[in-house]
């Protein structure tokens, strides 16, 4: 059992690293009152996907939801090894 933690520990720990570079690549979304009003891109803007920045939002996404799964594994087999 103790391979199968280090193993989880292993990912846990790049997933971690690649969670916190993918955020630092992603640029300020600092438009303040603008956001609030209207004023900046909708949510649904034409061809978000296809930009460097619609692909980091969505890798940013895909890599929390399995930075969760990974915690979650992680806390379970920790606690039933000890």
Not at 32 to 48: E, H, M, N, R
């Amino acid at each position: 059992m103790t391979a199968l933690k280090i193993i989880i520990g292993i990912v846990y720990l790049l997933v971690c690293i690649g969670l916190i570079i993918l955020v630092l690549l992603q640029q300020s979304k600092s438009e303040g009152v603008g956001a609030i009003t209207g004023g900046a891109d909708t949510f649904f803007g034409k061809g978000k996907t296809n930009t460097k920045e619609g692909m980091l939002n969505k890798l940013t996404v895909v890599l929390s939801i399995f930075f969760a799964i990974v915690a979650v594994v992680f806390g379970i087999i920790m606690k039933t090894t000890i």
